[in-house]
């Protein structure tokens, strides 16, 4: 069975402090894909990044970093100087390789003070 | 390039009612999928169709059910509603299992009294 764990339920920095949302799984799959998307009040989720378990090479992509450890089952995302557009809840998931099944985690809401 | 539409955007329906949702996914993506949002149970995956055939589905009563049409609008639909069913129903669309980004759509707030 698959499973995502977003310890983190909730968090809340000021504006322009660094922010790391932690993402733990549990697949027996080899190979998998892991997502994160963010979902703001309108309660469209955005897609922010997809990762193949083969390649754990770390994505930055202006503000936004990933970093992903197979070695420990963990996908973490970083928002460097956060602003309060990014307060919105934000959600780590997992799916098979060839199955368009997402497992999401509980979701962490991040509010970004002023 | 046009996103994932859901309609209707809200519904209020009473418990034994039976509802419909709709969605039409991004153009040329040919895979939908369902999820139900609820702030008990989280997103948790309902079914998802590729080609008009159903190719993977979440524990769900049979109450729940689906199609997709041959031009990849799907449709679910939930017979005897319960109180329990009122959540936020979003629906994802991708191009296929080679390109597993999936899109969401807006999502359907279905509300059972």
């Known amino acids: 069975a698959q499973k995502v764990t977003q310890a983190q339920t909730e968090i809340s920095v000021v504006e322009k402090e660094d922010v790391t949302l932690d993402c733990v799984y549990e697949t027996r799959d080899t190979t998998y894909y892991l997502f994160w998307y963010k979902q703001p009040p309108s309660g469209e989720l955005v897609f922010l990044i997809r990762r193949n378990s083969f390649d754990e090479q770390n994505e930055i992509s202006g503000r936004y970093s990933w970093n992903f450890q197979k070695s420990t089952s963990s996908f973490n995302f970083t928002i460097t100087a956060s602003q309060v557009v990014d307060s919105a809840v934000y959600f780590c998931?997992?799916?098979?390789?060839?199955?368009?099944?997402?497992?999401f985690g509980q979701g962490t809401r991040l509010t970004i003070n002023p | 390039k046009a996103g994932v539409t859901q309609t209707p955007r809200y519904l209020i329906k009473t418990r034994g009612q039976q509802v419909t949702l709709s969605c039409s996914p991004i153009?040329?993506?040919?895979?939908v999928s369902w999820y139900q949002q609820t702030p008990g149970q989280g997103l948790q995956f309902l079914f998802e169709?590729?080609?008009?055939?159903?190719?993977n589905k979440g524990n769900f009563p049979g109450r729940f059910s689906g199609r997709q049409f041959s031009n990849s609008r799907s449709e679910m639909n939930v017979s005897t509603l319960e109180l329990g069913d009122s959540a936020l129903y979003l629906c994802?669309?991708?191009?296929?299992?080679?390109?597993?980004?999936?899109?969401f759509g807006q999502g359907t707030r279905l509300t059972v009294v």
């Open positions: 998931a997992l799916s098979q390789v060839g199955a368009q099944k997402l497992v």
């Open positions: 153009s040329g993506h040919r895979s």
């Open positions: 994802a669309s991708s191009f296929s299992a080679n390109f597993p980004e999936a899109f």
């Open positions: 169709y590729f080609s008009e055939t159903q190719r």
